[in-house]
C-alpha cells in the first residue's frame, strides 16, 4: 500500500484524540487492534456513523478484528444502539455494564452477534441477565498485583476468559500467560528501562543477519549492482524472499524477474534499503519477541504516514526506517549508541534514536504516544510537535491498513 493511497477520512477524525495497541494471543501473535477513541474537549456531539466508516476502510467486515474502546459516554451509548459488522468487537465499561439505562441496548447487540468486552472488574455483580453477554473480561496488571504473581486463588473465580491490560514488559507478558489471560494488551516494551551495554564487541547482531547488514551497508553506500548482486548469492534463503516480493502482485510485473541484478534494478537503492531495514527488524525467531517486531513495523509506517505529503521519497524512507528501527535496541539487548556503529542510518535517523533530537525525533515522539496513550497524552504530543489532530488520525489509520498488507 503506497503512501498515496486514500486514508480514511471523516469530520469526525478532528473531534477526536485516537490511540492504538495489540491485542496478543499466547503464541505471541496479534489476534485483534485495539482503537481507543478519545473526545476532544470542544466535542458535544460525535456522529458514531463516521466512526464507524472510517473504521471499516482499515478493518472490513472479512478482515482482522478490532476492539472498539471508546471513552465517551454519549458516543458510546450510541454505538450500542447500532448494529456493527462482526469483526468489531465492543468494550464497555464496568459502570455502563451495571448501569439498567443500557441493558437493553447490550442485549440487543449480543443478540445480533456483536463481541462485547467488560472493562475493569465490576463493584457490583453483574445483573443476572447480562452475565453471558460479555465475552472477555479486560483487566488492568495492577489489580492482579494484588495476587502477588500467583495463580487465581479458589475464592476468586472467573466465568470468562480475560485479557490482561497493563503489560509493558516480557516478563510481564509471560507471567499474565501463566495466569491464564487469553491476551494481553499493548507491546512488551518499556522504553523507559535503558538497555544494558554489550559486554563485548563480540556482541554484535546475529550471525544470520550478517547478510542482510552488509547489503544495507552497500546499499547506503550506492555500491556497483555487480557487488550487491554478489552478496546475495552469499544467503540463497534471502536471495530467494527478494525474488519472491519483486514477483509478488504487488509490483503488477507481467513478466517474471528471474535474475538478481534485475530485480536489483527495479526496485531501486531506496526500496531495496527500505526492504533490507525490515528484514533486519522482522527476522528473530525469538517468539517473545514477535510483538516487538509487529510494534516496529507499524511505528515505520506510521512515521511515513505522518509525512505522506513530503515531496522527497527518500525522506519518507528516511521516516520509515527510522520507526522501524526504534525497537532495534530491545530486538538486539545494545543500546543504540553501538547498534548504529554497525548500521547504516543517517544524521537525521541518528539523533532521533541516541539523541532524540532532530527534525525525525517529533514524529517518533508521538508515534510511542500513539501507542497505547491516553487522550491527554496525545493531545499534549500533537500540540507540543505542531501537528493536526485530523492529520495525525488520518495518518494512523492509514498506517494500520498499511500493516494489514505486509502482514
Not at 31 to 52: D, I, K, N, Q, Y
Amino acid at each position: 500500500m503506497s503512501p498515496t493511497m486514500q486514508s480514511p477520512d471523516a469530520p469526525i477524525l478532528g473531534q477526536v484524540a485516537l490511540s492504538y495497541c495489540p491485542i496478543i494471543d499466547s503464541q505471541r501473535n496479534v489476534m485483534a487492534t485495539r482503537l481507543s477513541v478519545f473526545p476532544l474537549g470542544h466535542a458535544r456531539w460525535l456522529p458514531v456513523g463516521e466512526l464507524l466508516t472510517a473504521v471499516s476502510q482499515v478493518w472490513p467486515a472479512d478482515g482482522p478484528q478490532v476492539v472498539l474502546s471508546v471513552r465517551c459516554e454519549g458516543l458510546l451509548a450510541d454505538l450500542l444502539m447500532v448494529q456493527p459488522t462482526s469483526n468489531v468487537l465492543v468494550e464497555v465499561p464496568k459502570f455502563m455494564a451495571c448501569d439498567p439505562v443500557h441493558r437493553d441496548s447490550i442485549l440487543a447487540l449480543v443478540e445480533h452477534g456483536t463481541t462485547l468486552l467488560l472493562s475493569g472488574r465490576p463493584d457490583q455483580p453483574l445483573p443476572r441477565e447480562l452475565l453471558g453477554a460479555f465475552k472477555y473480561a479486560i483487566i488492568d496488571l495492577a489489580d492482579e498485583r494484588r495476587l502477588d504473581g500467583g495463580p487465581v486463588p479458589a475464592g476468586v473465580k472467573r466465568s470468562i476468559g480475560f485479557f490482561q491490560e497493563g503489560v509493558q514488559t516480557i516478563e510481564q507478558m509471560e507471567g499474565a500467560f501463566r495466569r491464564g489471560a487469553v491476551a494481553v494488551l499493548g507491546w512488551p516494551v518499556d522504553e523507559s528501562e535503558a538497555v544494558p551495554a554489550a559486554r563485548s564487541s563480540a556482541a554484535a547482531l546475529r550471525p544470520d543477519l550478517k547478510v542482510t547488514l552488509e547489503l544495507l551497508n552497500q546499499v547506503h553506500q550506492e555500491a556497483p549492482l555487480s557487488q550487491i548482486e554478489t552478496t546475495l548469492k552469499f544467503d540463497p534463503t534471502l536471495a530467494f524472499r527478494l525474488m519472491r516480493y519483486i514477483n509478488s502482485p504487488v509490483f503488477g510485473l507481467t513478466v517474471e524477474v528471474t535474475s538478481f541484478s534485475q530485480a536489483v534494478m527495479l526496485l531501486g537503492y531506496q526500496r531495496l534499503k527500505r526492504w533490507l531495514a525490515l528484514l533486519l527488524a522482522t527476522g528473530g525467531s525469538d517468539k517473545n519477541q514477535r510483538p516487538v517486531m509487529y510494534a516496529a513495523v507499524r511505528r515505520g509506517l506510521l512515521m511515513e504516514a505522518l509525512v505522506s505529503t513530503h515531496p522527497s521519497g527518500e525522506h519518507r524512507n528516511e521516516m520509515f526506517i527510522c520507526g522501524v528501527f526504534s525497537l532495534l535496541d530491545r530486538m538486539f539487548q545494545r543500546p543504540f549508541s553501538e547498534l548504529l556503529h554497525t548500521l547504516p542510518v543517517s544524521d537525521d535517523v541518528y539523533q532521533a534514536l541516541v539523541e532524540e533530537r532532530g527534525p525525525y525525533f517529533p514524529a517518533l515522539d508521538l508515534v510511542r504516544t500513539l501507542e497505547g496513550g491516553s487522550g491527554h497524552d496525545v493531545r499534549e504530543k500533537v500540540a507540543l510537535h505542531g501537528f493536526q489532530m485530523r492529520h495525525v488520525n488520518r495518518a494512523l489509520l492509514h498506517a494500520l491498513a498499511s500493516a494489514f498488507q505486509i502482514g
